[in-house]
């Protein structure tokens, strides 16, 4: 067997591993019943159809035709890196900043990552999922989370070290991003 499709290959492997160690995770939380799902129950099943759905995209990449520009280029790791410390540093901010601060910084700074980036494009996006997190998560499932920034002298001694570190090397790369516009 050959493999046609690189991209879809790699990719593929990726989701069943991912899948994988998320289903191999979430098994050490209560699984419970279909009728009385535990914690770990739909972890674990969406984590099988991540898995499943990889082994699709993977084994279909031996089918079809030769893809000529299917190959596997070097790995971005500014990229990974920019939105996993996205990430991590919107779990510190939003018990600090509050959900409509902590929010749009997320999605803007994410949005960074983008080859396509348009400053106008990430903040209508960071406009609407705000407005969407606070309608889903606040009044629809009623979950508590802190709106609205609480004063820096009762933040963690972590957080007012690395929020304004992780806010300036943001701010930083979307400044050198708009100039090499």
């Known amino acids: 067997m ?6 879809d290959f790699w990719s593929g492997l ?23 799902m535990g914690p770990g129950y739909f972890p674990f099943w969406l984590a099988i159809c991540m898995a499943l759905l990889g082994a699709v995209v993977a084994l279909g990449s031996f ?9 596997i280029g070097h790995f971005d790791w500014d990229i990974l890196f920019l939105i996993i410390g996205s ?4 779990a510190l901010m939003l018990d600090h900043l509050g959900l ?6 997320l999605v803007i700074f994410c949005s960074l990552a983008s080859h396509e980036f348009s400053l106008v494009i990430a903040v209508g ?15 629809g499932l009623g979950l508590i989370f802190p709106l609205w ?3 820096i002298g009762e933040w963690s001694l972590l957080a007012q070290i690395l929020i304004p570190v992780g806010f300036i090397i943001a701010v930083v790369m979307l400044v050198r991003r708009i100039k090499g516009k």
């Not at 050959?2 to 991209?7: E, G």
């Not at 991912?18 to 009385?36: N, Q």
């Open 14 to 36: 990726m989701f069943v591993a991912i899948g994988l160690g998320f289903a191999i995770f979430s098994v050490s939380y209560d699984m419970g019943t279909p009728s009385r």
């Open 125 to 139: 996006n960071a406009i609407f999922l705000t407005i969407f997190s606070w309608l889903a998560f606040v009044k």
């Open 100 to 105: 409509y601060i902590a929010t749009p910084l």
């Open 87 to 90: 990430i991590c540093l919107y």
């Open 149 to 151: 920034p609480q004063p």
């Open 63 to 71: 089918r079809g035709e030769h893809v000529e520009d299917s190959g």
């Open 2 to 7: 050959h493999i046609k499709n690189q991209q």
